[in-house]
């Protein structure tokens, strides 16, 4: 009786530990899954066209070296939802999609006309996809289009938007990165529109797609950021310039460095490098009516001096501070006016401003927040110091012989 | 057998910690953003303070009664019938309550982390574990808890720490924009979650070593607990805002998930849910060995650890039924807050009232003679 008790419990506890082998439920090993690291979605008709840029790993490993072929592959599936779509990949993909490493999201300028809404919910609420990715709309393009253009510096087209936009937002005030949490939550927030960065395709996008774009040293077709596209609610309704974007940019303290140019007095040309900017919105009442104060503090650096200038005297910083202040009120001033104009509703988040500081004067005016807007009263201070003019003490340009 | 599972002070303080953070991390931040939005940080402060109050109230109730349980006190109180159908009441919230933190478990791992693993199967392995350590004692289990308690400190600390650059101090703009209804709706999930479902330490306070809990030593816990509390919530506002918070199934979650430290030091999530999993833990075996134990009281059986294989098969499936979908499950919570409230009104307070009338009537005749 004690050795059946005994091998009993052995049985038992062998069999427990068989548990511990079988590893995860739903394991997915490497060679299983295809890499989706760029999606792009277009409206075609009543449906969803997403094509999926999948990585082919062989290919963007350091030790192999290239074959010739393409690092990556795209995938696309039309249907009436983005995630059937998605799942309808696997018709043409010999591998599921693995969504967890998405770097971009492409949006078609036709999609996006017809409103963006319905198209995001997925991401949020598929528990794979990870948030960190940016949202961009195609602009004169499908959005397919954008992920098909081959690009060299980083093998991977969806990394090179990626990083691309990356680095031109932090060191370059027109462009701004956009996440899907940010988009969300401007999209619900009342009294702000939201805005995305848009991209297009330069030089010639047939031969883009091919794999001899790369073997040029200047390749035939590039992707390009241009503008922010201006949403209302969810539906794209035009586009913000290059300067018109740097304004809004400031204004919505986007900005982390930039570099823009100043008048001589004596005609030419100054450029003062932006090192650091910070932007504070303040929503007052006053009179009754809302007032808006943009206070823009910016520490600046001489970077490039094109023109005569004295830059031994200490005035001539003075006057530098004092023209280049006057050009952020400008750059500001004309992009509100500009969407005052043009657009009549709030991209600049005026309204959540007034809420977060009058909760109950907002309640009042936010039925008619789109009149108030076009009338609304806003104010720039501007306080720009330069500290630095680099290494140099006055330009050579002033004691070039005659 | 039972007279030997006791345990410390010390230990009781631990596991209150444990029980007041318990589920909250799951769903408290979206309950009280619910109703008041960015104003939520002061629905939380103003539930804290209810709820050490309410919580005061039960600990003085079980002091009147000095080593007398829940059940004996319904007994002693309004006799063995009336006072088995009260305790009944009882048993079946404090069921209620083990099944749905599996529930919660359960519904979390299939949502975020393990999406084709049947709901079934985290149910059976969670409620396994709760039941195992609820067969080993209540001695067992309040180790385990001082064992783990270092980690979950630390655990719910380097949250904080990294959460703080994430978070953006507008978003608890406009302060106070709710009315004072709003607040008092969101803070009262604050008093009903952690605070009134403490009800089941009246089963416990009577296994203390020593003589009896301070208050002093009580408060302790309740204020860290209820510390715990408020800075989950405020910090929700703050990382995600009043709408993600509102929105997302699993706020806690989300919130981890934006921890990023110089793009380095990120995606540590799932090393943090390690720590709701942990105090969800221990709720769920402080409810499930309270009702074991009351159980046993109530129909006078000798040892409760005959019991609990019967009612892990019955909890893993009660569990599961609790809810066709998490829909449901979710919508359950206001409801659920009331059932928490009335709980301490008529189990404690109702039979306290009684209690009092009882002396008075048997006191008359004495005082008059």
């Known amino acids: 009786m004690a050795f059946l008790r005994k091998s009993l419990h052995i049985c038992l506890a062998l069999g427990l530990a068989s548990l511990l082998l079988s590893g995860c439920w739903n394991r997915r090993e490497l060679d299983d899954l295809a890499i989706?690291?760029?999606?792009?979605?277009?409206?075609?008709?009543?449906?969803?066209?997403?094509a999926v840029q999948v990585v082919i790993p062989g290919e963007v490993s350091v030790r192999t070296s290239s074959s010739g072929i393409s690092p990556v592959t795209l995938y696309h599936a039309t249907a009436p939802t983005v995630f059937e779509a998605f799942r309808k990949l696997t018709e043409t993909s010999s591998r599921k999609i693995y969504s967890a490493h998405i770097r971009v999201l492409v949006l078609g300028e036709?999609?996006?006309?017809?409103?963006?809404?319905?198209?995001?919910?997925?991401?949020?609420?598929?528990?794979?996809?990870?948030?960190?990715?940016?949202?961009?709309?195609?602009?004169?393009?499908?959005?397919?289009?954008?992920?098909?253009?081959?690009?060299?510096l980083e093998k991977i087209p969806a990394e090179n938007l990626f990083y691309a936009l990356d680095t031109s937002a932090k060191t370059w005030a027109p462009t701004t990165t956009v996440s899907i949490e940010k988009l969300i939550e401007q999209l619900v927030t009342e009294g702000l529109s939201p805005v995305l960065t848009g991209v297009k395709v330069v030089g010639n996008a047939e031969r883009g797609e091919e794999l001899t774009n790369i073997q040029e040293i200047d390749p035939a077709a590039r992707t390009r950021f241009v503008g922010l596209a201006v949403f209302r609610k969810d539906k794209l309704v035009g586009w913000l310039n290059e300067e018109q974007s740097r304004g809004y940019n400031y204004i919505m303290n986007n900005v982390k460095s930039s570099a823009g140019h100043l008048k001589c007095p004596k005609g030419g040309l100054i450029t003062l490098e932006t090192i650091?900017?910070?932007?504070?919105?303040?929503?007052?009442?006053?009179?009754?009516?809302?007032?808006?104060?943009?206070?823009?503090?910016?520490?600046?650096?001489?970077?490039?001096?094109?023109?005569?200038?004295?830059?031994?005297?200490?005035?001539?910083?003075?006057?530098?501070?004092?023209?280049?202040?006057?050009?952020?009120?400008?750059?500001?001033?004309s992009a509100v006016k500009h969407v005052k104009e043009t657009y009549g509703f709030d991209i600049f988040g005026f309204g959540h401003q007034l809420f977060q500081a009058h909760p109950r004067a907002w309640e009042q005016r936010k039925d008619k927040w789109d009149e108030q807007f076009e009338q609304l009263e806003v104010k720039y201070e501007v306080d720009v110091q330069i500290h630095k003019i680099g290494t140099t003490r006055d330009s050579f340009l002033n004691y070039i012989k005659e | 057998m039972q007279a030997e599972q006791r345990v410390s002070v010390r230990q009781m303080k631990v596991l209150l910690i444990f029980f007041i953070v318990g589920d909250l991390m799951w769903y408290l931040p979206s309950y009280t953003a619910g109703v008041a939005d960015q104003d939520a940080w002061m629905a939380a402060l103003l539930g804290v303070g209810l709820g050490i109050g309410v919580s005061s109230f039960i600990y003085w109730f079980g002091s009147r009664f000095p080593g007398m349980t829940i059940i004996d006190i319904h007994r002693h109180v309004l006799g063995k019938f009336a006072g088995g159908i009260l305790s009944l009441l009882f048993l079946i919230h404090l069921m209620s309550n083990g099944s749905a933190q599996i529930r919660v478990i359960g519904d979390f791992m299939t949502t975020q982390m393990m999406t084709e693993t049947p709901l079934r199967v985290v149910l059976f392995l969670f409620a396994a574990v709760v039941l195992i350590s609820v067969r080993m004692g209540l001695t067992v289990i309040a180790r385990t808890g001082q064992v783990f308690f270092m980690m979950f400190m630390l655990l719910f600390t380097i949250l904080i720490l990294l959460l703080i650059p994430e978070s953006e101090p507008s978003k608890i703009l406009p302060i106070a924009s709710h009315s004072a209804a709003?607040?008092?709706?969101?803070?009262?999930?604050?008093?009903?979650?952690?605070?009134?479902?403490?009800?089941?330490?009246?089963?416990?306070?009577?296994?203390?070593?020593?003589?009896?809990?301070?208050?002093k030593q009580y408060m302790i816990p309740l204020i860290i607990g209820g510390a715990v509390i408020i800075i989950v919530v405020t910090l929700s506002i703050l990382v995600l805002g009043a709408y993600m918070t509102q929105h997302q199934l699993y706020s806690t979650y989300t919130m981890a998930k934006k921890i990023s430290i110089g793009n380095f030091l990120q995606r540590l999530e799932a090393i943090l849910v390690i720590n709701y999993l942990l105090s969800t833990y221990f709720k769920c075996v402080i409810t499930l060995y309270a009702f074991c134990r009351g159980l046993t009281q109530l129909f006078g059986l000798r040892d409760y650890r005959v019991l609990t294989l019967p009612i892990f098969l019955f909890i893993f499936g009660y569990s599961y039924v609790i809810s066709t979908n998490v829909v449901f499950f979710n919508s359950l919570g206001p409801a659920w807050a009331l059932w928490e409230m009335s709980n301490v009104i008529f189990l404690l307070g109702f039979v306290y009232v009684v209690h009092l009338l009882k002396g008075l009537i048997k006191g008359k005749p004495l005082h008059s003679s």
Request: hydrophobic share 40%; charged share 25%.
């Open chain 1, 36 to 50: 989706q690291l760029g999606t792009s979605i277009d409206k075609i008709g009543n449906q969803y066209r997403v």
């Open chain 1, 110 to 152: 036709s999609l996006a006309k017809e409103g963006i809404g319905e198209v995001l919910d997925m991401f949020s609420r598929n528990p794979e996809a990870r948030t960190d990715f940016y949202l961009m709309v195609a602009r004169n393009t499908t959005a397919m289009q954008v992920l098909k253009t081959i690009t060299s």
């Open chain 1, 276 to 333: 650091r900017n910070t932007t504070h919105i303040k929503a007052d009442i006053k009179g009754g009516k809302p007032v808006i104060t943009v206070k823009l503090k910016n520490v600046s650096s001489v970077s490039d001096v094109e023109c005569r200038i004295d830059l031994t005297k200490p005035e001539t910083i003075k006057r530098l501070e004092k023209a280049a202040e006057e050009r952020f009120v400008e750059l500001m001033s």
């Open chain 2, 182 to 215: 709003d607040i008092i709706r969101g803070g009262l999930f604050v008093v009903a979650f952690p605070y009134c479902q403490m009800t089941v330490f009246l089963m416990l306070f009577p296994l203390l070593e020593e003589e009896r809990l301070s208050l």
